[in-house]
């Protein structure tokens, strides 16, 4: 008999896997799993629990927010052998990354698409050598939101709260002048804002990583902000956004990048994932291409385009 093992953060997003919880694990039993469920204790003890059981399982499932999701995926690359497979049911308050893979928001239909899905490789990133990020990397105007906002509000607000704590930060931009490095792009300039990105969807918005996003291209798209001088750059950036044509814009660099250095002499604080990446004069993102497997619904025009 398979086994798959259920990892939920049981207090992210509004706490509605309780409501589903027996439903999900009806789901899997009746695909023929052997089912184990593990509900997390405190930040990293998801990580922990599936590092220490490296073999046990052909499937893991996941449920929470990005922070648990990146938490599953790095145990799962920290494994010598095997990596199993992972699916996510997605409960936190944003879920940025569910969007781009098309993962439904109905918990019990995730976890139906996991039980008859199909593993799809994806790629994934990775700072300084060491912490892994699953769909987004940044510094600046809007990455204090998702670590800075309490889970309460979170829960209150949702995405919204995303999206108030964004323009609250567009009055007081810092730009950071800083050295970035890619074999696409060497620039030294003052910015605002410096994403380094895979997926559709950041903070909720569609769009702001430019098009053509593919999971497994092995490429993240990199999108960086410079310092805005006046009202006309204001307009010239929301024309950008809004049109999502990002080649007529001076203030903005948008490109992709398989490997990319961010240098500057004060220390820049980080967000992985929407939680906090800590502070660094120096920050190099790789990709590591097709690292994991994510199951999703089997789907004609979906496989086409990730295989
Ligand atoms: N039982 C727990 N108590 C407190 N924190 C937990 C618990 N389980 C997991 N965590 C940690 O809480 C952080 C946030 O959790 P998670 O990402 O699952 O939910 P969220 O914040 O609601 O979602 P999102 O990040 O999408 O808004 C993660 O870093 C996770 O490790």
């Known amino acids: ?14 706490a509605l896997i309780k409501n589903a919880l027996l439903k999900i694990i009806q789901v899997f039993s009746e695909a023929g799993y052997d089912v184990t469920v593990y509900p997390t204790k405190a930040p990293l003890d998801g990580y922990e629990y599936l590092k220490k059981r490296e073999g046990q399982y052909d499937v893991l499932v996941c449920s929470g927010g990005d922070g648990t999701l990146n938490e599953v995926v790095r145990a799962v690359l920290e494994y010598q052998g095997d990596k199993p497979p992972i699916g996510y049911i997605p409960s936190g308050s944003t879920n940025d990354f569910a969007t781009s893979l098309n993962i439904p928001k ?55 709260a995303y999206v108030l704590e964004g323009v609250k930060s567009l009055a007081a931009l810092k730009p950071y002048k800083v050295k970035v490095t890619s074999n696409e792009l060497q620039v030294e300039d003052s910015f605002v804002y410096g994403m380094v990105s895979n997926t559709e969807s950041v903070g909720g918005m569609r769009g702001l990583a430019g098009t053509g996003v593919d999971l497994q291209d092995g490429l993240f798209e990199v999108t960086l902000i410079k310092e805005i001088k006046n009202p006309m750059e204001v307009q010239q950036l929301v024309t950008a956004f809004l049109s999502k044509n990002f080649e007529k814009c001076d203030v903005l660099y948008s490109f992709k990048t398989s490997k990319i250095t961010f240098e500057s002499e004060e220390a820049i604080k980080w967000t992985l994932d929407g939680e906090y990446g800590g502070e660094w004069k120096e920050m190099r993102l790789e990709v590591e291409p097709r690292a994991i497997e994510f199951i999703i619904k089997k789907r004609k025009e979906k496989t086409k385009k990730l295989n």
Request: positive net charge; hydrophobic residues 40%; contains cysteine.
């Open 1 to 14: 008999m398979k086994k798959i093992v259920f990892v939920l953060n049981p207090h992210s997003g509004k």
């Open 106 to 160: 109905d918990m019990v239909r995730a976890a139906q698409h996991i039980a008859a899905g199909e593993p799809v490789q994806c790629d994934i990133g990775r700072a300084n050598g060491e912490r892994s990020f699953n769909y987004v990397a940044a510094f600046g105007a809007f990455t204090e939101v998702s670590y800075a906002t309490p889970q309460h509000l979170k829960n209150l607000l949702g995405h919204q």
